[in-house]
Structure formats: C-alpha cells, structure tokens
C-alpha cells in the first residue's frame, strides 16, 4: 500500500523567503509527526500532532516554523524567514493513533531543504 | 539526549550474524525498547521494539538484559541492504521518540 508521501522531496530557496513543505500519512492514521535531520545526525523531533490538534510542539526552534494539519490528515509545515541554518532534510512520520509502542512510526523518504 | 549508548560503527561480513549494542543504564521500568534503522536516502523504518522479553520478527531478533540496562538487536545472516545507520531508542510512549547518532553498519561482501 501507499506509504507516507512527502513533497517535494528537494527545495532549494533563497534566505529569508517563506517555504511550505507537504505530507501525505498513511490512510487511517490519526498521529502525524515532523522530524528535521541534519547531515550526521539522527532525526530530531520538531511536532506532534494526534488528529488535527497539536499534541507537543516542544520540537519546533522558534516562532519561524509552525505546521498545521486542518483536516487530520495532509500536514503542512511552513516555515518563515527561512535561514541558512534551516537547511536539513524534513521528515515527516505517520502511526496509528496512540503511536509507541503500540503502533511503530512509518516515516516518509523526507524533503531535502536547502536556503542559499 | 537521546538516553541511550550505542558505538559510533560496526562492519560486518556478509551472510555473518550482526551483534548491534545498545546501553541505557537509567531505563524506567515502563520503557520500550525501539530498534529504527535508516537506509541511505531514505527516511528511518521500524526494526523491532520490546519491553523485557527477547522479540523476534521476520527482520531481527531483540534481545534484552535482564536488569534492562542493555540491549541487542541481532540480523541473523547480514546482506548488503542491511548497511544502514541502527537507532536504539528507549520511550516509554508518552513521549516522542528521540533519535540519537545511532550506529552506522557497513557490510562487507
């Protein structure tokens, strides 16, 4: 079956324009979830949303970045002013509702980000 | 902080078992045990997770002290598309899971 589908998978954009990145979860999942990955290191937690509510948002580095997820399903993660530093890989998970440990997360293949 | 202690690389040969490590010396008693792993280019995928007892699924086996301060996923004959970067993670599920460095696997051929 489809899997989580993220898009685009690379943005290249200029420092201080505004980017919106899309994630499409696994049909039925009701728990979705943004990660950021720098080269070398592992996935860092950004935000958690169960339904389309925002469970922990504890993740997200400043006012700058802010995702939505109006209908629980599609996500989108916007991010403002962006800065060189922002560049990373942006992943995007899905799991069934309740996540760990009942419920594994199903991450997609991420969007490569890269301001100049 | 990721909770856990993993080394940095490992290399295998393949078609050999692979032993992977994990430590987590402060685990809770309502902590899960995580296996991700992440292939080049790819987002990270599940391994295999437990509680105290060894696991087996069709991709590893986990197997689990029994104070539960360490761990080991174990790939019974390692191929060449099981070089990957392993994450263990320890979580208790209220929580997101917090990914560390992880350990990254070559296989030989």
């Known amino acids: 079956g489809a899997g989580v589908s993220q898009t685009p998978s690379n943005k290249v954009t200029e420092k201080g324009k505004y980017v919106e990145l899309r994630c499409d979860p696994i049909?039925?999942?009701?728990?979705l979830y943004w990660y950021r990955q720098s080269l070398g290191q592992g996935p860092e937690f950004l935000i958690y949303f169960q339904g389309t509510g925002a469970a922990d948002d504890s993740g997200l580095p400043n006012d700058r970045f802010f995702a939505v997820r109006p209908e629980g399903s599609v996500s989108t993660l916007k991010i403002q002013r962006t800065e060189r530093g922002d560049s990373a890989v942006y992943l995007c998970a899905s799991s069934l509702i309740g996540g760990p440990p009942n419920s594994p997360l199903h991450f997609g293949n991420g969007t490569r980000l890269t301001v100049t | 902080d990721a909770k856990t202690t993993q080394p940095n690389s490992m290399e295998s040969n393949e078609e050999e078992p692979v032993h992977l490590p994990c430590n987590h010396s402060t685990i809770s008693g309502t902590d899960y045990i995580h296996w991700y792993r992440q292939l080049p280019s790819q987002g990270p995928e599940y391994v295999i997770h437990?509680?105290?007892s060894n696991v087996n699924n069709r991709m590893a086996s986990l197997a689990i002290a029994e104070d539960r301060k360490s761990s080991t996923l174990i790939l019974h004959r390692a191929t060449l598309r099981d070089a990957a970067v392993y994450y263990c993670i320890r979580n208790s599920g209220n929580t997101p899971l917090v990914f560390g460095k992880g350990t990254r696997l070559s296989v030989i051929a």
């Open positions: 437990g509680l105290t």
């Open positions: 049909s039925g999942h009701t728990a």
